[in-house]
C-alpha cells in the first residue's frame, strides 16, 4: 500500500475531484492547509500599508492506496492539477504498513 | 406651571428618540471596534462597550449631569457643580424647564452622549489595555472630566461667555476631540500592540471581520443624524432638517474623500478607509451642523475625508498604534470640524476662528493633562497593559476566560 | 366625529415609532439566540423566528387582538372574545377612539408585543426541538394563550378590577413570565440537549458566536425603551421621559450587577452573564417603569442583574438545560419585577403587594398548565424532540438541509 | 410666510424619522447581499453598498431632486429638470412649502429612496461586476434615470396626468420595478458567476452567512415601516396607521406565502426562501399600501411570497444568475404589486388595471433600453466584468486587495 | 515507532478521547478534514435545488507511538469509533524514523 | 528524501518561518491542528461553569526535503519553537518513497 499527498490549486480541487472518481480510487481525505514556496504571492494592502501574506491557501488530499493503482492515480492528479505555472504543488508518495477499515474486520489491500 | 403643549410634545418626542438614535451608536462603536480587531480579543471589546453605555448612564446620573450643567450660579466659569443625583425641579416635565424637554429628557439625552467619549478611546487602546484599568478611566473620564470639558461651552462656562462664543454645535470638539485626546495619550502610554512595528516596520494587524466593521459604520451614520438633529433641541422643522442634509452631505462627501485619497495615495480600494471616510465626514460636520450650507457641508466632510486618510498613515509613522483609527477620525478630524466653523458658513469670521483656535486649544491641554494624569496614575497602580503572554494569547482568554466564536478557532 | 387634533397627532405617532421599536427586538431575540447557541442549530433559529414574529401579526389579527380587548362588555372577566378580525369602529382613526393613538396604532403595537411570547420560548428550547412543533405551539400560544392573559389586567380583566387592581405597567408578568413559565414547561419537557448533564456533571455548551450575542442585547435594549415608552400609550413628554430613565438606568444596574454577581460567584468576567444581566435589569424595571424613582429603578436593576446569575446556575445545578437563560431572565426577574412594584415606587404597599402575588400566581398556575397541556398533545400527536440523530447533526442540515455558514464548516 | 405650527412639526418629524428609516434599509441591503453570497466577495459588496448610499445622496442633491420634482412647469410631461443644486425656496422650511414637510426633509427623503435603486442592481449583479463599471453604471442610473422615472407619477408628469393616474403609492414600480429591470438586464449581459450552471445543470452556490442575510431581511422589514409609512407624507394618524399595519401583514403573509410554496415544491424548509418571502409580501404591498384592507394586504403578500418562489426557480431556469433573488423580488413582485392596486382595495377597477399596466409598461420599455445602453457603453469602454481569475479569486483581493474574514480563510 | 493516522466520524471523537486517555498513548494531534468516499452523503437543498456537498466532514487524528503500544492504541480507536454503518472511517500505519521532543534533547522512544 | 512533520506553539510560527527561509528548505506547507498533551491546558469559563477545552491550538508543519538538509532543518525548527516550557511540541520524522512536481516532469530530489 502507498500513501498519496499531494498539494494543489484549491480551485483545481473539483477538477482532480471528478478525475478521481474515475481512476480505483473511491475514497480520499482532503483539508485546507496553507503553502508557503516559490508562488508570486499577491499582496495584500491595509490601511495604506502593503504586506504579504505569505503563504497560498492550498488544498492537500491524501490517498492510500494499492502499490497496483498507484500510478494511474498519480496521472490524474498530475494532468488535472496542472496549470504550468508556479505554484501548481507537488506529490509526495510514502510506504504504509497496515491499514484497517473501522466498521468491519478488513485489513490492508481489504480495507481501501 | 406652565401647560404641556403640543409643541412641547413634538419636540421633547425628537429628543427622546434622538436619545434612541445616539443610544444604538454604542452598537455602532462596538460593531466597528471588533470588526477591526482580531478575534482573539472581541469578548474584551464587548464587555467594555457593554460596561461604558452603563458606566455613562450611571454616573451621569450621579454626577455627570449637574458637573456639566451647573446651572446660572457658574455661568462664565470653569467648574460648576450642582450636587450629587438629578433633583426634579418644579414644572420639570413642562416647557417651564425648556421649551423642548422635559428635564428627564434632557438628562437622558446627555447621558448617551456622555459615553460616547469613552468609546472613543476604548478602540485606541483596543486588545491590550486591562480591563480593570480600562473600567476605572472610563468612570472617571465618564463621570468627571467630560462633564467639565461640557459646561465650558454647552454649560454656559467661560468657552460660552467669549465675546464671540466657542461654537460647537454637537461636539466636534466637546466630543469627538475630548475622546480623541484621551484616545491619543492611552494609544501612546500603552505602547503599540505586539508585532505592529518590529524593527521599525509596519505590519499590518487586519481586523478580523469587515462585514462588522461596515455594519457599525451603518449604525453610527444612523445613530448620527440623532446625535447632530437632536443637538438642535428641539423638533424645529427647518433647523432639524437642515442639520439632516448637511449630516447626510457631509458623511456621503467623506466616503468620496477618503476613496479617492487612499486610491491615488494607494492605488487600492480600501473599504476601511471609506469606512473611516464616513465617520471622517460625519465627525467633521459635528461643530457646524446647524450652519452650513450643502456646500459648506460637502467640502467640510470632503476635507475631511481626504485627512483622515493622512492621518492614519502619519499616526503609523509616529508609531501611535490606533487600532481603530480613532485619534485620525475623532481627534484630527474633531479638530477640522471645529476650525470649519470659523471658514465656512454662517458663523465664518476672523473672530470666530479666533475663539475656536481657544477652544480646540484650551480643550486639548485639558485633556492631555487630565487623561495623562488618570492613566499614569492607574499605570502606577493596577498597571494598564496586560502581560505579554496574555497579549499574545489575546484577551478574550486571558481575562474573560472566554472565546467570542468558540466554533471557529 | 372628534378632530384629529395635533397632540392626538404626536402622540399616535410616538406609539407607531415605539412599535417599530419592538418590531425590532425581534432582531434582537434572534441573535442573541443565535449568538448563544451553535452554528449547526443557527439557520433552525432563524427560521423559528422569523415565523414568529410574522405568526405574531398574523394571529393577532384573526383572533387575539380581540381576545386581548374584549371591550368593556368583559370587564373583570376571565374570558372575553370581541369576534375575528379587526373591525373599524366609527371614529377609529380620531381620539374618539382613543386620546392616544388610532385602532391600527393599538393593533399594530399590541401585535408586535405579542410575537414576544413566543420568542422567550424558543431560546429555551433552541437546538433540540422540531421545528413544526414550535411552530403550532406558537401559532396557539401566540394566538390564544397570551392574549386571554394579557385581557385579565390589560383588557379590563379581573386582575384589573381587584380592589387594589394588580399592576404591570409593560408586561413583566404579561408578557415576559407568560414566555417565561412556557419556557420553562417546554425546556422541562423536552430535556437536556445531548452532552449537557453527563454524569450527573454540568458541560457547558458555549455559543458559536458572542458578537451576534451582544448585538443582539444592545437592540434587544434600544427596542426597550419602545416597549416600556410606548406602554405609556401616548407621546406624554414627563412620563415618557421618566420611562426612558428608568428604563436605561435598570439597564445598566443589571449589567453592574451581574457582571459584581459573577465576578464575585465564579471570579470571571463572563461577558454572557453581563448581557443576561443587561436583560435581568430590562425585565425587571417593566413593571414599574412609570412608577419608580431613580434610585428605585438602580435598585431593582441591580437586584434583578444579581438574580439572573443565580438563577442560571439553579437552573443548571436543577438540570433544566436552557441554551440562552430566557427562563432566568423573564421568567426569574418577571416575577421579581413585578413584584417589585409592591416593594419601591408609588404604587408600594402591602395590597400591592398582595395584589402582585395573586396576579403572579394565577398567570403561573394558568400558563404552567397551559403550555404543559399544549407541549403534551404536540408530544403525542407530531412529537416534540428531534431523533438523537438529527440533534448531533444539527437542526440545519436534519430540518433544513442548509447550512448557516457553509463555507466555515 | 406661514407659521410653523405643531401639526407642521410633527407631520415634517414623521417624514425626517421615515428618511432615517429608509436609509438603514441600505444596512439591511449589505447585509442581505453578503450573506447570501461567498465570503471572498464581501468586501467588494460592502464597498459598493456604503459607495451607493453616498452616490445617492450626492447625485440627488447635485440634479436627481430637481429632475424628479421640476415644478408645476413640466406637468403631464416626459422630462423636467429644475436646475443643477438645490435652492432654497422662500417659506421653505414652513408650511407654505407643503403641509407635511420643510423642503429639506422632502429631499432627503428622496433622497435616501433614489439610491434603493441602485442597490438592487447590486445584489443580482454580485461577485463578477467590476467595482469601477458599477460605480459609473450608479452614478448614471442613480442620478438621472431613476428620478426621470419617478417624475413620471410622483413627480407630476405624464403618468399621473393620465385619465385614471398611474397609482404607486411607494413605488412598487418606480422604484422596485426600476432597480429590478435595469437588475435583469445587468444579470444577463454579464452572464452567470462561473460554475453556477455546468453544462446545463444548475449548480447552488449557497451565500456564507445565512444570520447575516437574516439580519438584512429584518433590518429591511423595519425600514419598510417609513419607506410605505413616510410615503403618506405626513404623519396623519388614520393613514399611517393603515400603512403599518398592511405592511406588517403583507410581511407576514409574504413569509408565509413562501413557506408553504417552497415547501410543496421542494419539500424543504429553505431560510432563503422565507426571507426572500417576507420581502416579496413588501415589495407588493408598496404600490397600494394605503389603499388596502387587511385581507387584501394579506392575499397581496401572500401571493408575493408564493411568485417569488416560482420565480427564483424560473430565472435559475433560464440561466440568469441573481445570487440574492433581487430580481424575483424587486422586478416581479414590483409588477404584481402595482398590478394589484386594479384588483384589490379602494382604487380596483378597470381603468386602473389599464394604468397600471401602461405604468409597468412604458417604466420596463424605459428602463430596460435605458439601463442596457448604459450597461453596453460600460462594457465597450471600461468593461464591465472581472476577469475568470480575477472572479475565482474573488474581488476581495482582486479588487481591493483585502479579505472580509482575514482569520477564517 | 510507528505512526496512526485515524480517520473517524467527527461525532465519536470525544468517545475515542476518553477511549485513548485510558492507553499509554497521552498525546494527539487531530484536525478537521473533508472525507470523500462510500458514505451516503446527505443532500443539501439551497433555492430550490437539491444537491450533494460531496464530502462529510470528519476528523484525523495522528498518533505516534511505540511498535509495542500499538495494538492497544489501534484496539481503543476501532471500538470506539465505530458504528458498522458505512463511513466510519479507516485507520493507517506508517513507520517513522525518529522523533524529537522540541523542550529538550529527548529522542525517539523518549521523546513520544 | 526524509518528510519532517513538526507540532509547534502556533505562537512560534512567526519565529519558526523566519528561521526556515535562512535554511535550504523553501517550501512548507502548514495547517491549524489540536493539540492533546502533557501541556497545561488554560480552563475556560462559560456561564459560571469551567470546563478543560482539552486541547490546545498549534501549527503543524510538513516539509519534505533531501537527506542531507535533514539536519539543518530540525536544528532550525528545534532552536526557533523552544521555550523550554511544556508544551513545546515534538518533530517527526519518516521515509518518502517519491516526490514529484506538478508544474513539470521533475521528479523526486529534483522535485523538491
Ligand atoms: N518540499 C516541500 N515540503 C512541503 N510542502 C511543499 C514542498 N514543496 C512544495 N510544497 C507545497 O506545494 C505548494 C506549491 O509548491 P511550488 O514549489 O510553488 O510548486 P512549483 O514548484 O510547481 O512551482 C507549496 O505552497 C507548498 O505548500
Ligand atoms: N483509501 C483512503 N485514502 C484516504 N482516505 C480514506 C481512504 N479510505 C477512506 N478514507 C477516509 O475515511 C472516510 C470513511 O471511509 P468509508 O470508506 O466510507 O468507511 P467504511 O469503509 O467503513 O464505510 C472517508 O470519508 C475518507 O475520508
Ligand atoms: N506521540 C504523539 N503523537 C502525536 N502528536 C503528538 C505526540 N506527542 C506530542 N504531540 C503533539 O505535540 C504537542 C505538544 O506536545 P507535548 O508533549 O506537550 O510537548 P512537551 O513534551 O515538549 O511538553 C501536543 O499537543 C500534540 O499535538
New interface residues.
Partial sequence: M??IE???RT?KF?QV?KALSKTSC?????????????ETI??????????DV??I??T?I?I?CKDDELEEI?TA??EN????????????????????????EDRDND?? | MEEVTPIFTVHNLWIMIATLLVFIMHLGFANLEIGLTRSKNSVNILFKNTLIISIGILTYALCGFNLMYPGEAFEGAFFGFAGFGISLSEGWNTPAYDEGYTLYTDFIFQAVFAATAATIVSGAVAERMKLIAFIVFSFLYVGIFYPMVGMWSWGGGFLDTLSTPFYDFAGSTLVHSTGGWAALVGAWMLGPRIGKYPNGK???I?GHSLPLAAIGVFLLWFGWFGFNGGSVLSANPGEVSLVFVTTAIAGAAGAFGAFFA?YI??K?N?L??VLNGILAGLVSITAGADAMGLIDAFIIGLIGGIIV?FA??FF?MIKIDDPV?AISVHLVCGIWGTLAVGIFGNEAGWNQLVSQLIGIGVVGVFCVIGSGALFFVIKKTIGIRVTEEEEIEGLDISEHKMSAYPEFN
Fill in positions: 502507498k500513501k499531494a498539494i494543489i480551485g473539483e475531484n473511491k475514497f480520499m481525505t482532503t483539508m485546507e492547509v496553507r503553502g508557503f514556496g516559490k499577491k499582496s495584500q494592502s491595509y490601511r495604506g500599508t502593503t504586506f505569505g503563504f491557501p492550498r492537500k491524501e492510500v498519480l492528479i498530475k492539477s496542472k496549470t504550468g505555472e508556479v505554484g501548481d504543488g507537488k506529490i509526495f508518495v510514502s510506504d504504509l504498513i497496515s491499514a484497517y477499515r473501522i466498521r468491519n480495507a481501501l | 509596519i505590519i499590518p487586519p487612499s495615495k494607494f487600492t480600501d476601511t478607509m486618510v492614519v498613515v503609523d483609527g
